[in-house]
């Protein structure tokens, strides 16, 4: 699996343990992953499809994450501290996840060192993801958000909502529009 190698790589006895203890499912759109108010028990990397992370604020929906082929998705904070999750998962199309489950992983991790400093790296990656969202949030212009959108995740472009981008980029519908044009 190519996530693997981006992170740091394991050797091909532990890729083939952790391989045999994920299941690899296929979801059809709008199937919710994750309930808000529920501890969130798996996590997913996007072999195909998108799948996008949302909370409700004042009767709108926003979305906080759009995961595509080869990133994480799920409730992280809620996977990791085993706490119940303030947001929603939810495929926007057809999509093919691989499924990590929280128990069987952390079994691996306390049987195995390397499968452990994995998990970790795992971990320092999304929070480095995170961090570059935050960044760009905080950095960056709306029209600079969206063409970095477009020049490096053209496929969400292609596939989600213009409603649900606009959101991810924290700006209204009408202002993508305009950017847009």
């Known amino acids: 699996m190519d996530i693997f190698k981006k992170i740091g790589g394991l050797s091909p006895e532990n890729e083939r343990i952790l ?11 709008k199937t ?3 309930k808000k108010g529920k501890v969130s028990n798996k996590i997913y990397i996007v072999e195909r499809g998108i799948v996008r992370t949302f909370y409700y604020k004042e009767g709108k929906d926003i979305t906080y994450s759009i995961a595509a082929q080869n990133d994480f998705t799920g409730s992280m ?4 501290m085993q706490k119940p999750s303030n947001k929603i998962v939810e495929t926007i199309e057809e999509s093919v996840l691989w499924e990590f489950e929280y128990n069987r992983l952390q079994s691996l991790f306390e ?3 390397e499968l452990s400093r994995a998990g970790r790296l795992f971990a320092n990656y999304g929070i480095s993801v995170m961090e570059q969202r935050f960044d760009d949030m905080m950095f960056y212009s709306a029209k600079e958000r969206y063409e970095m959108l ?3 995740r053209p496929k969400v472009i292609q596939n989600v909502p213009l409603g649900m981008i606009a959101s991810y980029l924290g700006i209204t519908q009408e202002t993508l529009s305009r950017i847009r044009k």
């Open 111 to 113: 049987m195995n060192q």
């Open 150 to 152: 477009l020049q490096n």
């Open 77 to 80: 904070s809620s996977f990791f």
């Open 32 to 34: 919710i992953l994750q």
């Open 19 to 29: 391989l045999g203890s994920i299941k690899k499912k296929s979801f059809p759109p």
